[in-house]
């Protein structure tokens, strides 16, 4: 058993195919088969179950590839860390995130940590939802993710960092732009515009409405949190949003957001494979966004 096989094994898995797999680790399927055979032949159990679209990982298949991933996330941290340090360079920090987490979480606390940490590069890769950032955090080289946080999940650890109360985002015109606060009855008869469709934020609302009772309706759908306001501003519809860092010191004289205390704040905050194997830079990094986050 060598550590090539336990790699494309564990492609093999994620892709759910040979061919996909092969083509992602740029060899032959033929060249896939022989490392799952051989992994087979050595633990004397079959890893994989071929079906009409592909390959499903057996039960000790996916006892395998658990462990396999845990240890190969060990292992590409050790290597990389040992890479930094014959290059004697302030290495690389790998961050995942949705499309507008830098913008309103880590802006300040990126300039600095550039500052402070000149010989460091900052790497973010930009996914569409949490479950994106989670999924990537399996693949080797990544550190951290700015996630919304929601229920536990496997072989990654959820540190929380700042809760955001929901607000309506209305135009200055509408009735409700005068209150202090919004029933969250008032967002039955409300067309509103729908959050990022999958996005953990958005089941959390919806799950929230329905135990208020509360039907949570939409027409329109959108992308990310800020195309949500920016159509609440031009008239659109309604937009119930995370109160983000930075949208009340921008200039928006033709919109107001409107407490909705009703609903259950959502968590944000940072998923890692495990903490005490990050690097001295990913710690800092995660330690530069927090404080930013949570300074009064």
Known sequence: MTLDDLRVFVAVCR?????????????????????VRRLERE???????????????TRAGRVLRQAAEEGMSGLDLA???????????????????????????????????????????LEFRTESSSRGCFDALREPGLDLAWVTLGAPVRGVEQRPVVRLPWVLAVPVDDELAGRERVEAVDLAGLRLIGLPEGSTSRAQLEASCAELGIPASSDTSVADWDTAILLAELGVGHAVVP??????????????????????PLTVGWAVRRWDTLSPSAHAFADTVTRHNTAP
Do not use: K, N, Y
């Open 79 to 121: 290597l990389r860390r040992l890479a930094e340090i014959a290059r004697g360079d302030g290495g690389v920090v790998r961050i995942a995130t949705g499309s507008v987490t830098v913008r309103h979480f880590m802006a300040a606390a990126v300039a600095e940590f550039r500052g402070l940490h000149p010989r460091v590069s």
């Open 243 to 264: 109160d983000l860092p930075g949208w009340r010191a921008d200039e928006r004289p033709r919109l107001r957001f409107v407490p909705v205390p009703e609903l259950p």
């Open 15 to 35: 892709a759910g195919s040979l061919s996909a797999a092969a083509r992602e680790l740029g060899c032959t399927q033929s060249a896939v088969s022989q490392h």
């Open 43 to 57: 633990v004397g159990v079959g890893l994989v179950e071929r079906q009409s679209r592909g390959v499903v990982p």
